[in-house]
T-cell receptor
Framework: QKEVEQNSGPLSVPEGAIASLNCTYS??????FFWYRQYSGKSPELIMS????GDKEDGRFTAQLNKASQYVSLLIRDSQPSDSATYLC????????????FGSGTRLSIRP | DADVTQTPRNRITKTGKRIMLECSQT?????MYWYRQDPGLGLRLIYY???????NKGEISDGYSVSRQAQAKFSLSLESAIPNQTALYFC??????????????FGEGSRLTVL
């Protein structure tokens, strides 16, 4: 089993709707979770980080973490065509010496 | 100028050739990483370095080696390139002193094609 699993998509969502992206992980000691956005041909950029169970909101983005069920999700409200990109889930372990591991990414397409 | 600079940006080479990808950064970060990206496989960690004297293998280090010449420079070498090393390679840095310890700052990528 891969350490970080994501549905590869593509996920197609109409403009203005909520896009829901999911990620599961296998290592229970994982402590820090991140969502990166990558536009085609570009490098990834961090959009959300979450460390505690529950929800964390930042503008149109909400990250949700459930450590008991080992999943983390990203909701994008009022989806815009500019949100069309690949979204990469990443995590790191408990210590500051932990490396950062990525999932395979979910391709999101927002249709006008 | 970019904070994390990778050279070359594109390279085509032949099987068996030695290739070096270079990464330099002006962010002052101690931590540097090399990832490779293949379609449908996301980013996979090749090597990482938490300071000049620290080098660690990642998920897929076989066939690769690295050198941390200085805090600002981290090079990735393919001693004898093979076609399945054709990929997009990213260098990244991070600062353990920031609250978001998972924030990686990426270079623009180096696209390598091995024929």
């Amino acid at each position: 089993q891969k350490e970080v699993e994501q549905n590869s998509g593509p996920l197609s969502v109409p403009e203005g709707a909520i896009a829901s992206l999911n990620c599961t992980y296998s290592d229970r000691v994982s402590q820090s979770f991140f969502w990166y956005r990558q536009y085609s041909g570009k490098s990834p950029e961090l959009i959300m980080s979450i460390y505690s169970n529950g929800d964390k909101e930042d503008g149109r983005f909400t990250a949700q973490l459930n450590k008991a069920s080992q999943y983390v999700s990203l909701l994008i409200r009022d989806s815009q065509p500019s949100d069309s990109a690949t979204y990469l889930c990443a995590l790191s372990g408990y210590s500051s010496a932990s490396k950062i591991i990525f999932g395979s990414g979910t391709r999101l397409s927002i249709r006008p | 100028d970019a904070d994390v600079t990778q050279t070359p940006r594109n390279r085509i080479t032949k099987t068996g050739k030695r290739i070096m990808l270079e990464c330099s950064q002006t962010k002052g970060h101690d931590r540097m990483y090399w990832y490779r990206q293949d379609p449908g496989l996301g980013l996979r960690l090749i090597y990482y370095s938490f300071d000049v004297k620290d080098i660690n293998k990642g998920e897929i280090s076989d066939g690769y080696s690295v050198s941390r010449q200085a805090q600002a420079k981290f090079s990735l070498s393919l001693e004898s390139a093979i076609p399945n090393q054709t990929a997009l390679y990213f260098c990244a840095t991070s600062d353990p002193g920031t609250p978001d310890t998972g924030e990686l700052f990426f270079g623009e990528g180096s696209r390598l094609t091995v024929l």
